[in-house]
């Protein structure tokens, strides 16, 4: 045998081998992720999407609206109303009118609340900068530019309905 058929199923085992073994790699970090998040979120009496929504007002460089919050977590309206009433009372974000209208809403985060975030996820990022000495700036960058096309793919992703 030997035939190209052959030898294309044995070069795809590898590619195969190698997207799985990427998959599990990327469901640990999110469970891991989420483990902390969840520990934030228990610990400020939040839910965790509070705490992706506060990701979202932190990470923006743009103003974040509440309907850029409702598309960005894929919510309703009436969660993202009581997502940031929660995060306002709670002293993360408060809500700022636009000079020029009046009618449209920025969500601001909160300094002090940005200074109790940081404090908490301060070992995270000691552990991040441990494992980020282990490579090289050019393994960083295609890193970087691996996550960046991947979300910019799974943002485009529509989510089923179940």
């Not at 700022?96 to 990022?125: I, N, T």
């Not at 490579?135 to 793919?153: C, H, K, Q, T, Y």
């Amino acid at each position: 045998m030997g035939g190209r058929a052959e030898k294309a199923a044995e070069g795809a085992a590898p590619a195969q081998a190698d997207l799985r073994h990427l998959a599990v790699e990327l469901r640990r970090l999110n469970g891991e992720l989420t483990r902390v998040v969840h520990g934030f979120a228990t610990g400020q009496s939040l839910h965790p999407t509070d705490v992706q929504a506060l990701a979202v007002v932190l990470d923006s460089a743009e103003p974040v609206t509440p309907s850029v919050l409702r598309r960005r977590l894929g919510l309703t309206s009436g969660a993202v109303s009581a997502c940031v009433d929660r995060l306002e009372r709670a002293g993360h974000l408060r809500r700022v009118r636009e000079s020029q209208d009046r009618r449209v809403v920025h969500l601001q985060y909160v300094p002090g609340a940005q200074a109790r975030a940081r404090k908490y996820f301060g070992p995270l990022a000691e552990a991040t900068d441990r494992v980020r000495g282990d490579f090289s700036p050019a393994e960083l960058d295609v890193v970087i530019r691996f996550l960046g096309s991947l979300n910019e793919e799974l943002a485009a992703v529509e989510s089923p309905r179940a």
